[in-house]
């Protein structure tokens, strides 16, 4: 099983600034990695799929990036509705998920 | 505009059986494009992949819930289910069905809002 390591596991930031969100595989899963957002009581929501493409609909101050073992996830000025919990999650060997960054103000 | 929505008692009792339904609307669950899936999320907790089905009847589930787990299809209701065997407390979650993309994204892309199990006497 891949396993997949998120951190921080919360990141306190202000609106305006930059969140910079890692995800680590404990080995390679080439670029098969996506990511999602998940606000209380709703579902994730697809943002980043295969490391870099942006998903119908997500603003451009999303982006990702990474490959192999190591992905990021970065917002590049944080709104209001940004304030949610970020999940990694491969493709590579089945399915799996992070454990979650929570981004908090 | 796809939608999913799952259905199925919210109460449990140990040692039994669980079982949803994912009702899809506004597409259909026989296009080859899409893999069904279903995920679940414990209490306060991450997620976890159940497994996933094809239009053709073929399956994919997680080993570690392998031999516990059936995903079944029913195209003339526009539906996909799933089965889960033995439950005990471990298994109260949030229960999402979900698509994922085979010829895009390969990722989840539309969830629906997802029902709470709880396994409880």
């Known amino acids: 099983e891949v396993v997949l390591t998120q951190s921080p596991a919360t990141l306190s930031l202000s609106p305006g600034e930059r969140a910079t969100l890692s995800c680590r595989a404990s080995?390679?899963?080439?670029?098969?990695l996506a990511w999602y957002q998940q606000k209380p009581g709703q579902a994730p929501r697809l943002l980043i799929y295969?490391?870099?493409n942006r998903a119908t609909g997500i603003p451009a101050r999303f982006s990702g990036s990474g490959s192999g073992t190591d992905f990021t996830l970065t917002i590049s000025s944080l709104e209001p509705d940004d304030f949610a919990v970020y999940y990694c999650?491969?493709?590579?060997?089945?399915?799996?998920f992070g454990g979650g960054t929570k981004v908090e103000i | 505009q796809v939608q999913l929505q799952e259905s199925g008692p919210g109460l449990v009792k140990p040692s039994q059986t669980l079982s949803l339904t994912c009702t899809v609307s506004?597409?259909?669950?026989?296009?080859?494009?899409?893999?069904w899936s279903w995920i679940r999320q414990h209490p306060g907790k991450g997620l976890e992949w159940i497994g996933y089905?094809?239009?053709?009847?073929?399956?994919y589930y997680n080993p570690s819930l392998r031999g516990l787990v059936t995903i079944s299809l029913d195209p003339s209701k526009n539906q996909f289910s799933l089965k889960l065997t033995s439950v005990t407390a471990a298994d109260t979650a949030v229960y999402y069905c979900?698509?994922?993309?085979?010829?895009?994204?390969?990722?989840?892309?539309?969830w629906g809002q997802g029902t709470l199990v709880t396994v409880s006497s």
């Open positions: 979900a698509r994922v993309d085979r010829d895009v994204s390969r990722a989840l892309d539309c």
């Open positions: 506004g597409g259909s669950i026989s296009s080859g494009n899409y893999y």
């Open positions: 089905i094809y239009y053709s009847g073929s399956t």
């Open positions: 080995q390679s899963v080439s670029y098969y």
């Open positions: 295969d490391a870099s």
């Open positions: 999650q491969q493709r590579s060997n089945w399915l799996t």
